[in-house]
């Protein structure tokens, strides 16, 4: 099932290991997949809806938006059915970290700068030690306090980096340590220079991103190079692809990214030709079924969609099943060896998904 053309995965950076609900973050454990989700978090029917379907796509951990007590309330009930880990998103007021904690969410995330004071830091502080939830302290290039953008000329990554590391130290002067850090920029180039300083500076594990992505085409690039960067240098813990709107299309992205680089694997991975002009068959149809059908497998299995019989079987050798289209009819091949013929293209889906499903069901047994 290895991708055998993968080199090896890229060597992660040391980190110290956090533990996040039943998770653990750091050191040598997987890097894992986040995301938040865009409910109003007051509506904990509509909130948890979202967590579950972000589970099932993959997400590991969500984060909620907590804007106000009555959506730190709310947490309790989501906490009570979610799947996966939950972190509360605080901005300015303390008590707001505090009822999060208490309505059970398994980390928080803020700022401790902006929370009004060492007193109300050490409160809160206070309350993460005793429920055994991290914090995350997660700095944007928005968010750089003045006298930084005025030391540095604007937020530059080491203004960032200058800002995360005083509000790690808010923390470590309580004697706290299970930190860890983001430092999102909307620019691709600053965030890889920010996470790179870090990297070298402290030992807390990384949550990567770039900020305010974009829509799922542009965001999906500028996520894939930035963090595609970040990873192949093994920085990076956690990672959140960023995209305007819906969240769960963030999953797709995340572990096409994480597959790409050894990383980790899960579900299918669909390769199909370009097409060209010994196509004889609708390749990008016939693609996007195999893609759609597949969609809640998540068993790794390569699947190659190729438009023609005479070279796809070759260029597709490495996958564990494939299809080659040619005039009306289509082989399906395994490691690059025919199985058999379909005839009719009306029957080529039906045929090759009851091909992968055997495949599926052989791995079921010989794998567990
Ligand atoms: Fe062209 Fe065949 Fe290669 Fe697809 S597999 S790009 S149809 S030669």
């Not at 454990?29 to 099932?56: F, G, H, I, K, Y």
Request: hydrophobic share 40%; proline share 5%; charged share 25%.
């Amino acid at each position: 099932m290895n991708h055998p053309s993968c080199l090896a995965p890229p060597v992660r950076r040391k980190t110290r290991v956090i533990r996040l609900g039943d998770m653990l973050i750091g050191g040598g454990n997987p890097v894992r997949v986040q995301s938040m989700t865009n409910t109003d978090t007051r509506d904990a029917a509509a909130s948890l809806a979202q967590v579950r379907a972000l589970a099932e796509a993959g997400c590991e951990i969500v984060r909620l938006a907590v804007p106000d007590e009555q959506a730190a309330r709310a947490l309790k009930a989501i906490r009570a059915e979610s799947p996966v880990p939950l972190v509360a998103d605080i901005h300015f007021d303390h008590r707001l970290a505090l009822s999060a904690l208490e309505a059970g969410v398994d980390g928080l995330r803020i700022n401790p700068g902006n929370i009004g004071g060492a007193d109300k830091v050490a409160a809160v502080v206070r309350a993460a030690r005793e429920r055994g939830a991290p914090i995350r302290i997660g700095v944007n290039s928005g968010s750089v306090e003045r006298r930084l953008l005025e030391k540095y000329g604007g937020p530059t990554p080491e203004a960032m980096v200058e800002s995360a590391l005083g509000h790690v130290a808010l923390l470590e002067d309580e004697g706290f340590d299970q930190i860890k850090i983001s430092l999102k920029s909307s620019s691709v180039p600053a965030t890889v220079a920010a996470y790179r300083l870090m990297a070298d500076r402290v030992d807390y594990p990384l949550h990567i991103g770039v900020t305010e992505a974009g829509t799922p085409l542009r965001g999906a690039t500028k996520s894939g190079v930035g963090l595609g960067i970040l990873l192949a240098e093994g920085i990076g813990d956690t990672l959140r692809v960023s995209l305007t709107g819906d969240p769960l299309p963030e999953m797709d992205v995340a572990w096409e990214l994480l597959r790409c680089l050894g990383i980790r694997r899960r579900g299918p991975e669909i390769v199909s030709c370009p097409t060209c002009g010994r196509t004889e068959i609708d390749l990008a149809g016939l693609a996007q079924a195999v893609e759609a059908k597949l969609r809640f497998v998540t068993r790794p299995v390569t699947v190659a969609v190729m438009g023609c019989v005479v070279n796809g079987p070759g260029e597709a050798r490495e996958a564990d099943i494939g299809v080659a289209g040619g005039r009306d009819c289509a082989v399906i091949f395994r490691k690059g060896e025919v199985l058999r013929k379909v005839r009719g293209e009306a029957n080529v889906l039906g045929e090759f998904l009851l091909e992968i499903d055997k495949l599926l069901r052989e791995f079921d047994t010989t794998c567990d």
